[in-house]
């Protein structure tokens, strides 16, 4: 009847939606490749390029292996998910109207994909110029095959015990549409510990922490990344909106507002904080600025009030420069400034998402919201007002804890085992050294 | 019923369609950054990149407190719109369909911003390598709050007195859907009364007006940057079909086409061109040549015969390449080529879009066009034949006027208070010099 | 009815569909670009980008007046089409629905441009710093006005022998959905014929075929050059689904992992052959690895099994690596080794999808699927196990067959005429050096 040809429509469509928004969300890793290729010294760009390949392709067999099943397999519990693995069994070949597999199972798989492949570039960002390949590598494998998967887990699927479907947490679950928590800042506390573990770049720090600024090869490439990253944000965000046959999609604008938003706020103001303290514009730390509101901006892009985003921005902004300013005193090299952006701007936008969420934008952006629709904590709504920040700061406690103890489990083993640094002369001769024994134009890299 | 499930469907689709290209057209900033940097001395690229960042930073701020609202508020008259600042007021919450805010004009919104946007990135493309940054951002924060949402105001709200949904002018209204006038001659002419008041690059012109060809420091980046803008500008003139429930869709493929074919026609009469005068081709020319005819394609790409496209191209071409020549003895330092480019591409569009429109073209494109559809000066249609040529020639006279006026309004007080143009010494050792204490590579720049 | 509204919106929705997915395959021609630069000396720089803004001028007015006719004009017969020149005559007018002309006729009609687009790229590739640019020219008009037209007639038309909707060929027709044969195959045959014809660059081998590594100006060009490919592949394969009336939209999700997966088995392979043979990774061969990957996931990417298109990755890195290693001990100098991508993963992916593709797959994805759906050989269907395999097989030979015949005809008299290579100062000196004269950062080209 047209009820059925109604929705396999609207249900193609969603099928789509999702897969062309999973695809676009590429342009994030073109945006990271970019970022870190500009910020590095041109002798590393070789190994660079070798790591950021090599992480999507080790990501992608992973996922396809075993990431997906502890994600969202259904056979799981409150922790992780079982089942799915290799793209079979029943979430993917239990048909939807007649054919004979569920279409929207695989436009779910990879949307996810190009979502959990953001955390390694994010955590391998911090740790160029001196880190072994093959640190890289095993670092990756475990972050795609489980580590983040069991996060996704914990708030995306139907049975996490974060998840907003489940509702466990709280009554209301954590609130984190497009990863700020997920992805940002379990990245950044994996890229945190592997870059006090693998130590500061030779020369980077002299004696009592006196602050050597590296070469860093072009700012156009950190520029063009930072553009490519803002494009797919938008992609990544919108992403949360999967659903056409109800009212969701009347949230894509505002998304796209609010991502805006909450991007140019935080350049501004780290725009305004660099003018003040070096007397001008730093165009790295603005670059900068534009990434760490877009982590902030995914939690609760949907959710949020304009001008909460516009809020959201500027704390994201400040808090960007506060953290990477301290982060120049620590003595911990983070070459790319990932934690400050990603473990910064992701806890901005885990903790505020929950104050300037409204009930009626939960309502039009989570589908199955039922009885009781959560609203942040600015906004009453029914006795739920704090809920939803208890419940996010639960979660983010949870995953930076998650995300401390993998990060020390994966880094420390290598560091043992002398897997995790190459040796000064290689470091000091750049990693593309090995292949030095090209007739490459060394000065056009 | 059935009726409201299926027109709620089309509807989710229109507003998903216009979020989706509005961040497509991303992609034109994103080329305009490389084409700038692309032609520009590497001394002065850091201000390149801060100018284009701050300038996206302001237009989105100033966009989204007032700058709409004098756009599309539906309070406004024939001249300025009234209402909806903030992304508040009726426009916003008035809901449609049992939800609490209106999706459309959040989706309405996000597309006008990037279109927006791209006026003062072109108007600061002709002032690169000595303006003060002070005043590209004092620029572009009058352009995205007032100077430009009138224009756009005047053409596509529904109450302005050259809008085709009025149909005020001429009983047909001014024909430019994607912005030949509105954003290029617009943006063209305020680009071109800039360069003329900051003057010429020191040592752009010799004695008596003889041409200094300045260092351009990648042409790569330019040619990328055509690339990105011709991807961008599918989006951009795609973007004026908004609505899935009618006809309009049908001419997407059209549009495509008409885009494609224009910009390439344009292209090659410049590479002949070049070729005849300067005994080779020339890949910046080349490089502005497809730049030209996209900007001549967006007037008419939904309404014109895929044969007035290629002849808009060619005549595209033809004229970048004598307003080139023109400019390079008039003493006008206009550092992208931006006045040949837009405001010749966009006047040729305007006028010509006004001759190769034909009727039943229009009316797929134009979903309320009502009674007389308006047609183009070689396709007879009852008795309208001319006046679509008399309402955009009126339109393109007030623009340019409005423009100029602006512009006049903008850079002289600058000017006057010595804020237009940074000093010598800076100018000779690169804009950049101010940021060239760290240990940056200058060579990678 | 509501019949018709519903197949309207439908039918909306795939014209919207196709023509986006056409747009996006722009991506590639960006990648493109980006490989051959970064893989070329900056002395031939501005030639290479004269030559690419050139082939896609050339082949947009060549394919408007002529080449689509030739491909899908509907009076022609097994081997051409006829009609439909310039947009004209009963394919475009044919009204749909009360419209005045058939807006799905122009979507496809841009979809297939820029996926005949990528041909004269690929062919040029192989071809860089010693080729006249008037010979490109030549080459990329008769491309695409005829030669590559009628491949595509064969393949993707109504009437074509070797179609999948006239099935004439076994029963079956052969399956090559996104072009592993009809653009990459028969691109890789051409360009390794002009290779053979124009012969290497100077220097390139020394006396007994001693293998010289010429410089390559730009690794980070060519690794951005391949995720820019990736990204565009994802439309390129995906736009195999044309039509959201009925069940295809299902695929799009496998068309993504199937996509991923096979770039990825690619790169893997290529990464730790190169590691064996060189003891380190070679990026531009890991990047050459992905290119090789994408194209052999065309022809089956949805129509396979995810283990299919993981084999035929993992197959594809190794024949690509292969087939390099014997090009460098064979005296022809392939630039950019088209041959052995295109050639060797179009071929990989012709082959292995006649084996890899299931029934049910096959049903879902080819809408006018009939009678006795085929399938691949390892996968029983019905007694038609072994018929998909043999018309790809003679599918395979006759494009081989024409584009070797077409390679030399192009070549031939080119090199006859002397008008195929420029002269050895010329080339000694840079292609750029006829634009020598200007002032241009030499540095920066």
């Known amino acids: 009847g047209w009820v059925h040809h109604s929705s396999s429509l609207s249900s193609s469509f969603s099928t789509a939606w999702l897969v062309v928004r999973a695809i676009q969300i590429f342009l994030v890793q073109i945006g990271m490749l970019l970022l870190e290729i ?21 990501s992608a067999i992973c996922f396809y292996l075993l990431g997906y099943g502890f994600s969202f397999g259904v056979d799981g519990d409150d922790f992780v998910g079982w089942g799915g693995f290799a793209t079979k069994g029943e979430l993917f070949s239990n048909a939807t109207g007649g054919i004979s597999y569920n279409g929207a199972t695989y436009a779910h798989f990879i949307y996810y994909f190009c979502v959990l492949n953001l955390v390694p570039t994010i955590v391998s960002g911090s740790l160029s110029e001196r880190t072994h390949v093959v640190a890289y590598f095993v670092v990756t494998f475990f972050i795609s095959i489980f580590i983040t998967p069991v996060v996704m887990h914990w708030a995306w699927s139907h049975k996490g015990w974060a998840s907003y479907h489940s509702r466990y947490l709280m009554d209301t679950g954590a609130l984190d549409f497009a990863g700020s928590c997920v992805v940002h800042v379990s990245g950044g506390i994996m890229a945190l510990v592997g870059a006090y573990l693998v130590g500061p770049r030779n020369g980077r720090f002299i004696g009592e922490r006196v602050n050597v600024r590296m070469p860093r090869q072009n700012v156009t490439y950190a520029a063009l990344g930072a553009f490519f990253l803002w494009a797919g944000f938008y992609a990544l965000n919108m992403g949360t909106i999967q659903n056409f ?37 730093e165009p790295y730390s603005v670059v900068n600025g534009i990434c760490t509101g877009l982590a902030g901006s995914s939690a609760g892009c949907a959710t949020m009030t304009t001008e909460g985003a516009l809020i959201t921005g500027l704390l994201c902004g400040a808090v960007y420069f506060l953290l990477s300013c301290m982060l120049c005193s620590s003595g911990i090299d983070d070459v790319t400034d990932v934690a400050p952006i990603h473990l910064g701007g992701g806890m901005v936008g885990t903790i505020l998402s929950a104050f300037f969420t409204t009930q009626s934008f939960y309502k039009i952006a989570v589908l199955d919201s039922g009885v009781g629709t959560p609203c942040g904590a600015f906004y009453a709504c029914e006795g739920l007002g704090w809920r939803l920040f208890v419940a996010n700061l639960i979660f983010l406690i949870a995953v930076s804890a998650w995300s401390l103890v993998a990060g020390i489990a994966l880094f420390l083993p290598l560091r043992i085992m002398s897997l995790l640094r190459v040796d000064k002369i290689t470091e000091d001769a750049g990693l593309d050294f090995i292949s030095g024994a090209d007739v490459e134009l060394k000065r056009f890299n």
Do not use: F, Q, R, W
Not at 38 to 58: D, F, L, Q, R, W
């Open 38 to 58: 500009g910020s590095i010294s041109p002798k590393n760009t070789k190994a660079m390029i070798i790591k950021n390949i090599g992480n999507s392709s080790i």
């Open 245 to 281: 046959d109800g009212e969701g999609v009347n949230a894509l604008g505002k998304i796209a507002i609010n991502t805006t938003i909450c991007a140019t706020g935080s350049a501004i103001v780290v725009s305004l904080l660099t003018l003040y303290k070096e007397k001008h514009i």
